[in-house]
């Protein structure tokens, strides 16, 4: 917005004052996730050239490595050479590390995240309980970072800060779509920034087995295609992540979503074969044969080389949207249903989910899987995953397991930060006990990944998610939308410099299409159109798992930045707020943009045959500048339109609600009221 | 430039007619290099979703493989679902891929990469008598690949080709900045589609070593921060190049550019240390001490471990810029010179690599080094690396060696394309006989890291190695310097479909150094400035190889679009050329868009105090606006300027000259033919 072109961000505070939890919008830093509480003083640390981190206390190869990072960081950003390597521990040293000691460091929950940052004219002091909670404060620091023409500069704070959820998740889909250690590697360095712990790795599914198996090579070998991960990555990615203070819980889907198991070893199935990778998006039949027994000495074998390499607690069997079709027509399994008293195929998935409980109990892990695995006679010690709903995962708790969230969490779909910033896996009006409310362990963000290439993945996952992770750590009553929103702008850009790709991919995909530089016309369209949401790309665009994902659709970003500001300057405007006239300048500058991009998109179209889908949207672009438009001018002379005006223009407005291409305009809203507000207008 | 935005790049030749390499420039097709010879039909083979691909006569895992990935890309570029599975070989298959034989396959020169390919209105057909020349091929194919309304297709054409020199190589040094393999990835894949053959691994330096040894681990243990590939990682990038037919020749740097080696290993230096790892840039004393046999026992064995890790015939060992004076102080070295008739340090060195070249033998090697190697007494079967240009290099063919030509190709030293484009290794006044001649291999690139990071490095390399590589392929009278820019600009943005940055990061940059996200002012300013050339950025700027490369001049790009733009159109719009109106409306714009940026960028600057380097360039720039806008004014008018006013503009402008955070203006020279222009109007 242009009115905002050159006004910090940052506001500088200049009196103190305590913001609790409850008041959690009157400071303008950009903290993301909010912190439990902050204290401001009237005062600044300088972060010149002399800047350096001393450790307190404990300090270990973990700690320091993270130190190490955080200073090629903050020189990035300040474009200043500094000396990275540790500082006496004295008053002299702007930055002092208190660590108490290593933390439990173990594979699994429970670790103590929090830390406090004291921040004086003369020095910073991150302290916390464990080198995890030191990690998690590096973070912050590095977002107090802020600057004026005196230079750059860490403001005077007392943070004291912990996460409200021990378990906060990205899982993200390997299987549908491959993607790469590099991709894994900066998706980690965001969660690490988000103060995000758990790293949900879907390995398998039915269009692809991702991990080598040194037990059973088929697997990897010939449910592929070559896309895998060795042995010696997942270690690297293990690695990569517990230097960041992630866990990393790998996920084997089973008894279905296991086509990609029985290319290799279809004698596990419930139908004999054979199979081949699955190319569409869906829910597919084949699925393990519960019945047999040498299914389960498979498991063994296979789940306990696994277990060995992924050192967490936890081990996710998926256990989702098996529909027992397969199990419906094998005569087998019917003879053994009936032999065994088996009543329906829920009660065969929890026959097949206690075996397997038993043997993950072996091999020392916990079981987690989805919804679905919660069947009557479940033992206590799972935890339920759930895509339906905190319902759900109340009703879990009660009964005693515990539970994550990651209904409303789909990132996938599509749907807008404010949306997945208001599920809460423990919401205000819960009735659970203290007690029971112990068992809901925090949740996760799942990208799942039908329709994400390394090319496009983290515009799906990014910044969208760190509202997530905000909710997963800060306090419950931190739900102030347009200050989150404020915020995930800075932090967005910030998420760039760890290799992230978010933003960056966006004109390169642009530039494709277009087949040359000029892509202003193409840019302005997409500025304002979003995928269609949920489940409909699909039902309106079909594609297969090999098909290229590098249509207009991939390059158009979820949640419309150009979107929420076209419908805040219409109500602004409308409300003939106190930037009226402003708003007026800019609006008209936007739809008159529309207008000309509209008509300048033919040309381009003509020589871009890959740009056909889109013909109708460049002409109801057209559209909607010319009507909003229009309306802007009568509002502008107060002078009425033609009685057939507002008819006539809501027509074409609502012409330009239809997608093309499985994308939609997310400004059909903001003309809408325009041309009502213009008709409206009396002599 | 906005007259041309929407006019196809790629012109549709009508009428059949040949291009012989004699004329070069009629057909706009965007084919980088130039191939040797052309001929059109006036007809064209369609791409649409049924376009596949079958093999004829020599099939094998390498071929299918670079089918599969040209089947990717095809489909990444038209977003068209293809079939990537090999058709039957029939009359109905859109093209078809004809290849002799595996070739030699071996992993040194001499492999025939020459193909034919025939485009008809039914069918495509590639022929190459080896798997390379198909690869390279399918490169044509893909750069052939055009649209129109009617759709995507590939001209009829009739092409064959083959490359000029035999050697033609792009050097990347890992040691001073070590780059990813994901960087060395992608820059594969850019080589491959220049058809460039042979990946020069800088592994070690002063600053860095940085391969695995398993005989000597402090090497990489202690010489290396940690950042080194290992023998595995090796393997891997050797495997991906050969699939690209690009052949892998590792350097290590001796006598000199040595300190990393002597961390670990002191005792093989000629001063006795303690070594560490070097930060600056520049020539460094440490040196191997060529006296001790223990020096010999340790390269024997170590260049034998490297021997057997990278299968190519040759092995790079550096030599160059030892100054010797280690040798000098150390007594003993003296000692030994005197005993053995060793006269000074020339010839010091020639013993040393004398014995050098006879453990590269016994490994089967053989050798390859930079021009200080070529000393009396060495024996033929060397090649010459040559950075002292086609005179040395012409003067080592006449004895017998054969060279390498790297002299012209710096690309660290930020000079423009067109000046890269020049250097032939064996030009047209070339007075070598045609068996000397031969001796004369093709050139490298030389992407030297001094100051280039993963983010960075791309934007070193590319698009102007394209240039390069066009030199080193395409017939010796391919030199029309305007085709080459009008080809690199399409060619530019194909490459970062392979996933090179050199364009997309420069934004994620400059929103960092802006802190938000309205870049407008600093883009603007920075599309007319580049970094300044050869040595001068440490002189101007001084940094260590620890410093942050995040700056103003890492965010600026080599060889300014704008720049040149700017200048054609002032020298169009002095011209009086048929657009004269046009080309006055553009400047009139982008001079008014410098003096917009650069008081726009004073409050930028106040936020951003990295930002503060540049402060002069603000300035400067609304000046060198400020004064061309008049200029342009009385050119347009036809008003003769007061009389003071020329010496006034250009001390204006001659004030932009200067640099300023190692950045200097490309379009002074414009604004002074602007003002001279001006100057001399009559009333």
Known sequence: MKINRYLPIFLIVTCAFVVSAQQPSTPKLNLMPVPASITFHNERLAVDSNFRVATRGHSDARLQAAIWRFMKRLEGRTVLTLDSALAPDDQMTPLIVQTAGPGKNIPGLGEDESYRIDITRRQAILSAPTVIGAIRGLETV????????????????????????????????????????????????????????????????????????????????????????????????????????????????????????????????????????????????????????????????FLGEMAALFPDDYLHIGGDENEGKQWDRNPAIQAYMKKNGIKDNHALQAYFNTRLLKILQKHKKKMIGWDEILQPGL?????????????????????????????????????????????????????????????????????????????????????????????????????????????????????????????????????????NDDIGPLRTLVSVIEPVKEYRRYQQRPQTMLSPLTGVIDAALPDSETGRKFQWMVSEFLNDGPRFQLYHAELKQMLGDWQTAGASLNPVIDRSPALKEIKPLAQNLSQLGATGMEALTYLKLGMPPPREWREQSLAKVDEATKPYGALEFVVVAGVKQLVNAAAEVKQ
């Open 142 to 301: 590095l977002q107090l970072l802020d600057a004026d023409r005196n230079g750059y500069f860490l403001p005077g704070v007392q943070i004291d800060d912990r996460p409200r959820f021990p378990w906060r998740g990205l899982m993200i889909d390997v299987a549908r779509h491959f993607q790469t250690m590099e991709v894994l590697k900066r998706n980690l360095d965001g969660m690490a920034a988000m103060k995000m712990n758990v790293f949900h790795w879907h390995l398998s599914e039915d269009q692809g087995f991702r991990v080598e198996s040194k037990k059973f090579p088929k697997l990897h070998q010939l449910g592929s295609d070559g896309n895998y991960f060795t042995q010696e990555q997942v270690k690297e990615i293990i690695a990569y992540a517990s230097d960041r203070g992630i866990r990393v819980v790998p996920e084997f889907d089973i008894p279905g979503h296991s086509t990609s198991w029985l290319v290799g070893y279809p004698e596990l199935g419930s139908a004999p074969g054979p199979y081949t990778i699955e190319r569409r998006p869906g829910i597919f039949e084949p699925a393990l044969d519960p019945t047999r027994e040498e299914v389960y000495k498979f498991l063994d074998t």
């Open 379 to 515: 033992p206590n010690d799972v935890v339920i995953h759930s895509w339906r709903g905190t319902a759900a995962l109340a009703e879990a708790a009660r009964k005693g397991y515990d539970g994550i969230l990651s209904n409303g969490y789909y990132i996938d779909l599509i749907q807008p930060a404010s949306q997945h910033y208001v599920p809460d896996p423990l919401p205000a009006d819960s009735t659970l006990t203290p007690e029971e409310a112990k068992h809901v362990l925090g949740g996760e963000a799942t990208m799942w990944a039908e329709w994400v290439t390394p090319e496009t993945i983290d515009s799906r996952i990014w910044p969208r998610t760190a509202a997530i992770a905000e909710r997963l750590w800060s306090p419950r009553t931190v739900t102030d939308v347009p200050d989150m929103y404020r915020r995930l702008a800075v932090i967005s850009l910030q998420l760039e410099e760890l290799g992230l790709t978010h933003k960056r991919n966006q004109e390169m995909m642009l530039r494709r299409l277009v087949r």
